[in-house]
């Protein structure tokens, strides 16, 4: 007889008996323990891949920051955030003063950078008559310092809270009432450009360079290095959902460890549609393929991003190839919001004569 276990019960009301029989087939039994093997594997490689994945999660990479120097015509500000942390600033002149400035710009420096880089990546937009608010992130050169936090390359909700409190300051500023705000940033502070601006919702243009998802950055990397511990007919078997869930593990672990929380690019950037935005990718980066950028640009929208791919350039040094072009294609993409605003104001205006027209009209007619 093919059964496990048969069990009978007898019971007091009116003499009745019930016979009960528990029926499991031996290919059940089977079927559990296979079930309870493969998730322990599956458990046993999750904890395998987080532990060999983190430590290089973690490093830092080698990245070539070049120093900055303060400029003059740089009037210090200081910025607080909602979390009273004081932000180092400086309000940098644009570089004809004998004009009004059409709009301000607002700068936030790489890893490891200063805001006083904003004077080499930003000078398109100093050229084409913006004035510069450039600003240390927290636990980054003057600015105020967090206890128990050690900054990396990967952006946290710490970078885009101080990111969302300087674009807030410049906006209320009076002398750039009604121009065009535009965001710019390089690498870490591309990203933090990115997310605050997709947050608040009012900034008109935002300009990045070097900007990577941390997902998506896993995932390369998971496909790059895998193979020196697993054979590789291992990694390319595993389905790609399974591996990216595996993977974020490794975040989670990390974000635990650190006390922080690292941005989502892709959950962030669809609220960026809208705003016209410009991703300048670095061909030749050793660190961050080229179709990173490119995924982001359509995680905002084909039509409002465009990505420039500057095919021999290194890490964040896509100006050190051809200054006179990266500054010109910043400058044009910047002045393109102050035509925007521009024909708002003509719109505002036409609408507005056609509204007293309207009641002047009212008016005549009720008379």
Same mark, same amino acid.
């Given at each position: 007889?093919?059964? @496990?276990?048969?069990?009978?019960?007898?019971?007091?009301?009116?003499?009745?008996?019930?016979?009960?029989?528990? $029926?499991?087939?031996?290919?059940?039994?089977?079927?559990?323990?296979?079930?309870?093997? =493969?998730? &322990?594997?599956?458990?046993?490689? %999750?904890?395998?891949?987080?532990?060999? &994945?983190?430590?290089?999660?973690?490093?830092?990479?080698?990245?070539?920051?070049?120093?900055?120097?303060?400029?003059?015509?740089?009037?210090?500000?200081?910025?607080?955030? %909602?979390?009273?942390?004081?932000?180092?600033?400086?309000?940098? *002149?644009?570089?004809?003063?004998?004009?009004?400035?059409?709009?301000?710009?607002?700068?936030?420096?790489?890893?490891?950078?200063?805001?006083?880089?904003?004077?080499?990546? /930003?000078?398109? +937009?100093?050229?084409?008559?913006?004035?510069?608010?450039?600003?240390?992130?927290?636990?980054?050169?003057?600015?105020?310092?967090?206890?128990?936090?050690?900054?990396?390359?990967?952006?946290?909700?710490?970078?885009?809270?101080?990111?969302?409190? $300087? +674009?807030?300051?410049?906006?209320?500023?009076?002398?750039?009432?009604?121009?065009?705000?535009?965001?710019?940033?390089? @690498?870490?502070?591309?990203?933090? /450009?990115?997310?605050?601006?997709?947050? +608040?919702?009012?900034?008109?243009?935002?300009?990045?360079?070097?900007?990577? @998802?941390?997902? &998506?950055?896993?995932?390369?990397?998971?496909?790059?290095?895998?193979?020196?511990?697993?054979?590789?007919?291992?990694?390319?078997? +595993?389905?790609?959902?399974?591996?990216? *869930?595996?993977?974020?593990?490794?975040?989670?672990?990390?974000?635990?460890?650190?006390? $922080?929380?690292?941005?989502?690019?892709?959950?962030?950037?669809?609220?960026?549609?809208?705003?016209?935005?410009?991703?300048?990718?670095?061909?030749?980066? *050793?660190?961050?393929?080229?179709?990173?950028?490119?995924?982001?640009? %359509?995680?905002?929208?084909?039509?409002?991003?465009?990505?420039?791919?500057?095919?021999?350039?290194?890490?964040?040094?896509? %100006?050190? =190839?051809?200054?006179?072009?990266?500054?010109?294609?910043?400058?044009?993409?910047?002045?393109? /919001?102050?035509?925007?605003?521009?024909?708002?104001?003509?719109?505002?205006?036409?609408?507005?004569?056609?509204?007293?027209?309207?009641?002047?009209?009212?008016?005549?007619?009720?008379?």
């Amino acid at each position: 007889m093919d059964r @496990s276990a048969v069990r009978q019960r007898e019971t007091g009301f009116r003499g009745h008996s019930e016979r009960v029989v528990l $029926v499991v087939d031996y290919w059940q039994i089977a079927l559990l323990v296979v079930l309870g093997v =493969l998730l &322990a594997l599956d458990i046993g490689f %999750r904890i395998f891949a987080v532990t060999m &994945a983190l430590p290089m999660f973690e490093r830092q990479p080698p990245f070539n920051v070049k120093e900055s120097s303060p400029v003059d015509r740089a009037t210090p500000r200081d910025i607080t955030t %909602r979390d009273d942390r004081r932000l180092a600033a400086n309000l940098i *002149s644009r570089d004809d003063t004998t004009r009004d400035a059409v709009g301000i710009g607002v700068f936030f420096p790489e890893f490891a950078g200063s805001r006083w880089s904003a004077v080499r990546y /930003a000078a398109g +937009l100093r050229k084409a008559g913006f004035d510069l608010l450039t600003v240390d992130f927290r636990n980054q050169g003057d600015s105020d310092y967090e206890p128990d936090y050690k900054p990396s390359h990967w952006p946290t909700e710490f970078e885009i809270r101080d990111a969302a409190a $300087v +674009l807030r300051f410049a906006r209320k500023i009076p002398d750039y009432e009604g121009k065009p705000l535009v965001a710019f940033g390089i @690498s870490r502070g591309g990203s933090a /450009a990115l997310i605050a601006s997709a947050r +608040l919702g009012f900034v008109d243009r935002v300009i990045c360079e070097g900007v990577m @998802s941390i997902d &998506a950055m896993i995932m390369y990397f998971t496909y790059r290095w895998a193979e020196l511990y697993v054979p590789r007919w291992f990694i390319r078997g +595993l389905p790609r959902w399974h591996l990216a *869930s595996t993977m974020k593990l490794v975040r989670i672990v990390s974000q635990y460890r650190k006390g $922080v929380r690292y941005v989502v690019h892709e959950q962030e950037l669809p609220y960026l549609k809208g705003t016209p935005t410009l991703i300048i990718a670095d061909g030749n980066d *050793s660190y961050i393929p080229t179709d990173i950028p490119q995924k982001l640009a %359509r995680r905002i929208g084909d039509e409002w991003a465009t990505v420039w791919v500057v095919k021999k350039a290194k890490h964040n040094q896509a %100006r050190d =190839l051809n200054p006179d072009e990266y500054d010109r294609r910043v400058a044009e993409f910047a002045t393109s /919001a102050v035509d925007d605003h521009i024909a708002g104001d003509e719109a505002d205006a036409s609408n507005a004569s056609a509204h007293s027209t309207c009641k002047a009209t009212e008016n005549v007619t009720t008379a």
